[in-house]
């Protein structure tokens, strides 16, 4: 009900002319014209939706598996932490709006690089579910950057008649590829004893987002100016 009334407030960026355009909906127009777009929006949502999962989905097995927290205590903690982080969302989405889309991705890649395998490495060590919460929130503060901005930050690469196209393409692969296979990656090299593998993989992945983010335009083409 909310999406709804929020949805007849919202003002159209899709003309009857774009929906008429001979490109609307073209593979075929979407990598003619807007092939670095769509790259770079599957650049950064592989890296985002990794990282997303790994410290979201991902968390409380590791919490369980590798912490040796009780399952009722990690499920406390990922409750607290994930409510935090929802709580962050609009907070960071405001920051972004002051400092710049391309600069709160560029954080997103830079921290998420620097941080991943010493928050990780740290976690493993611990014993307080306490400790646990506060690096765990730490990383989520991070991904936030990312994760705030995200739908905002791709509708702005593309112009209407391709719009859902390469954002939803674009998501899909890099998402389905990286984020849909973070347990799977993370729990294989564990059971081989080489966990650590796993965080260093996750950073390489964040150095990419960064790269990626370099590419973003300071002032976002599209969405502003569609009308």
């Not at 927290?69 to 960071?92: D, E, H, N, R, W």
């Not at 998402?175 to 650590?196: P, R, V, W």
């Amino acid at each position: 009900m909310v999406a709804l009334l929020l949805r007849r407030a919202l003002h159209e960026t899709q003309s009857e002319a774009d929906r008429d355009d001979k490109d609307a909906g073209s593979l075929s127009a979407l990598f003619r014209d807007h092939k670095a777009a769509f790259f770079t929006v599957l650049g950064y949502t592989a890296g985002g939706s990794l990282i997303f999962y790994t410290f979201t989905t991902y968390m409380q097995k590791f919490l369980v598996n590798t912490v040796h927290l009780p399952i009722k205590t990690a499920s406390y903690v990922m409750t607290g932490a994930l409510f935090l982080y929802m709580c962050m969302q609009p907070l960071f989405g405001m920051l972004s709006d002051r400092i710049g889309r391309r600069t709160s991705m560029m954080l997103f890649g830079a921290l998420g690089a620097l941080t991943t395998v010493p928050i990780l490495i740290t976690l493993q060590h611990v014993s307080s579910p306490w400790a646990a919460f506060g690096l765990i929130v730490l990383a989520l503060a991070i991904v936030s950057f990312y994760t705030s901005i995200s739908g905002i930050v791709k509708a702005e690469m593309f112009p209407p008649q391709v719009r859902a196209l390469g954002v939803g393409l674009a998501y899909a692969i890099g998402n389905a590829i990286f984020g849909g296979s973070a347990e799977y990656a993370a729990l294989g090299l564990k059971s081989l004893g080489h966990e650590q593998l796993f965080f260093w993989y996750v950073t390489v992945m964040m150095v990419v987002a960064f790269l990626v983010s370099l590419r973003l335009p300071r002032q976002a083409r599209y969405l502003h100016h569609d009308h």
